[in-house]
């Protein structure tokens, strides 16, 4: 999604506008632009790279001590040089826009500012945001105050960042329904949509709230709240330091993030379990002081999540259900915010998201709440985002910045943190003997030794890779718990190699899906040593008999035997309750190798966001 970095300094901060936006590549963009006052607002915009707005930076000259700047993921208008952000509007004294997220009601004001004469030059609801304030300047004179009315007419969750060019030094920022921080610097202030985009200037971070809008100068800054109020109260914002490491969002000795992020696994799962390995039993504190009083009260579960993080609650709907006993539903957000389900105040009410930031999400659990759900939990990896924000409870997964747009050590992390749920439930119902405690407990502590052992699959993986590169479509079949992982599977390679891939539970193949196979369409399935496995053998049999080419990620124990067309890759543990996540690991490395062998953009690929802040 779109990404906002500002920057007002005595020094140039052309180069920080520069970083900041490389640092927010990850989020998907298709275009970039930024805005400084050099004798004049001086605006550079690029369908390109980042690396090519540098390009234009240099034969330009641009320079400034005072300026913003923008990465596009176009939703309203084409990826266009004249979409593209900082947008401007005024004559006198111009300003200058930067914006992430949607405004909904950009046509009636479009309308209106057009029958004022404003002229509009792209298509985008962000030059709305430009010829408003621009509207208001005139009556009013003061940005910030013009910004404040301003946003008072707006509809939909945004952050903008403006500049004007008769008072370059300032520059005024507002967040309402997107993230947006202030980073306070010794000789600059700044403003960005992600921490990561500051590491070069600052770790002094203010999260901005809901209807907040600040001014900020090179020396000093202020903040109102115009949540109540459209000209706002000054309000204070506890400045918190950052511990981000710049090796996190570095590439060090890895080609792309992926595989950074696939490697990572063990050392992101170990952090988020941290609490658990030094303890002797598993405390419901771990999600929060409500949660043992919350938890008792809990009859059934409700999971709502998208992508990535659906495929998480599906797998943690088979723990809950066969260890806690609970009837678990797993919704996609988009899909449950606009349904009229019945509530039962018994639920709790379960949104994980890696981002913590997904549109659909936030407004599904929002949905929730106002159907009649009490209770609430949070499974996210971004500490200060909306959703942690806004549940009763939290568990935070401790994967570290995720960058790649294909979510990897974000979704071990999270069946890690669900099996937790999982047991923590079970505990609290009665249901876990401290034996079986012990034993999970101690299954969690060997599960980094056990991904970093998962992940030497790595060269047999790269080998398949190269035959399936070749191909178009692919099927992805699991059983039981693994069928959500064959979801993933699926999920992983389509999305960054654009290989049409497409999941099912292998019982269902003989009800539609046989059809497809032939010697074009592998066949991956997955194949732990389970209670399902002399079913799933069965259902490879029907694929096999048919002339299907079958891959299969089998466990050591499994007693699959390869054959013609019938390749078998072993993992080398057999890990009863942990052997989803275990086998996460090989169809995250055959996503990335087949994607390597496709040339495809594996870190960003085309359409995609990372964060999916609009519905
Ligand atoms: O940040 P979230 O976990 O809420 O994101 C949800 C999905 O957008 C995300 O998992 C998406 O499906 C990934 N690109 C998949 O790799």
């Known amino acids: ?112 500012l057009k029958a004022k004469g404003f002229k509009f030059t792209s298509d985008t609801d962000t030059e709305v945001i430009a010829h408003l304030i621009a509207f208001k300047l005139q009556e009013e004179k003061d940005l910030f105050k013009a910004v404040c009315l301003s946003l008072a007419e707006l509809q939909g969750a945004y952050a903008i960042a403006v500049m004007e060019e008769a008072h370059p030094e300032r520059i005024v920022v507002a967040r309402n329904g997107a993230p947006l921080l202030i980073g306070v610097g010794k000789n600059g202030n700044f403003v960005a949509s992600d921490s990561s985009a500051l590491l070069q200037s600052t770790r002094n971070i203010i999260y901005l709230e809901e209807g907040d809008v600040a001014e900020l100068h090179s020396h000093n800054y202020r903040i109102v709240n115009c949540l109540h109020n459209q000209l706002g109260d000054i309000v204070e914002r506890t400045i918190h330091e950052s511990h981000l490491s710049s090796d996190a969002v570095e590439l060090g000795p890895y080609a792309h993030f992926m595989q950074k992020e696939i490697f990572e696994q063990p050392s992101a799962v170990a952090n988020t379990l941290e609490m658990v390995f030094n303890a002797q039993s598993i405390s419901p504190n771990l999600f929060g002081n409500e949660a043992e009083n919350i938890f008792s009260r809990v009859k059934n579960i409700l999971i709502i999540a998208c992508g990535t993080s659906y495929h998480a609650g599906l797998v943690a709907r088979y723990w809950i259900e066969s260890v806690a006993k609970m009837p678990c539903n797993v919704e996609i957000a988009s899909e449950y915010r606009y349904r009229d389900s019945i509530a039962d105040p018994n639920t709790l009410v379960v949104g994980i998201s890696q981002s913590g930031e997904t549109a659909d999400t936030l407004a599904a659990l929002n949905h929730a709440k106002k159907l009649g759900h009490h209770y609430s939990l949070a499974i996210c990896n971004v500490p200060e985002s909306a959703l942690i924000r806004q549940t009763s409870l939290r568990f935070l997964t401790r994967a570290g910045p995720e960058i790649g747009v294909a979510s990897t050590k974000a979704f071990t992390t999270q069946l890690a943190s669900l099996l937790l749920l999982t047991v923590t439930l079970a505990k609290i119902h009665h249901l876990l003997s401290k034996d079986e405690e012990r034993h999970i407990i101690g299954a969690l502590r060997h599960l980094p030794v056990a991904l970093q052992i998962a992940l030497q699959v790595e060269s047999q993986v790269k080998i398949w890779a190269k035959s399936f590169a070749k191909k178009r479509h692919a099927l992805f079949l699991g059983r039981g718990v693994h069928y959500p992982i064959a979801m993933e599977g699926a999920l992983k390679l389509k999305e960054i190699s654009y290989i049409h891939a497409e999941a099912y539970a292998a019982g269902e193949l003989k009800h539609g899906p046989l059809a497809l196979v032939d010697n074009e369409m592998p066949v991956v399935a997955i194949a732990p040593n389970d209670q399902l496995l002399g079913k799933l053998k069965s259902n490879l049999q029907e694929v096999h008999a048919r002339g299907g080419e079958l891959y299969v990620f089998a466990d050591v124990d499994a007693q699959i035997i390869e054959s013609k067309n019938l390749h078998v890759i072993r993992l080398a543990e057999h890990t009863g309750l942990l052997s989803p996540i275990l086998h996460t690991i090989p169809l995250q490395l055959l996503a990335y190798y087949v994607a390597l062998e496709r040339g495809t953009d594996v870190d960003k690929p085309r359409n995609l966001a990372k964060a999916v802040t609009v519905e």
Do not use: F
């Not at 998907?28 to 632009?33: K, L």
């Not at 005072?66 to 401007?88: D, F, Q, V, Y």
């Open 1 to 112: 999604m779109c990404g906002i970095i500002g920057a007002i300094a005595n020094v140039d901060i052309v180069p920080v506008l520069l970083k900041g936006l490389s640092r927010l590549e990850y989020r998907g963009y298709d275009s970039a632009g930024l805005v400084v006052v050099n004798d004049g607002l001086q605006r550079l915009r690029t369908t390109g790279r980042v690396s090519e707005l540098g390009k234009l930076v240099i034969q330009q000259k641009a320079c400034g001590l005072a300026g913003i700047a923008h990465t596009r993921w176009a939703t309203h208008g084409e990826p266009s040089e004249r979409n593209a952000h900082p947008h401007l509007s005024g004559e006198k004294s111009r300003i200058a826009v930067v914006h992430n997220g949607i405004i909904e009601n950009h046509e009636a004001i479009r309308i209106r």
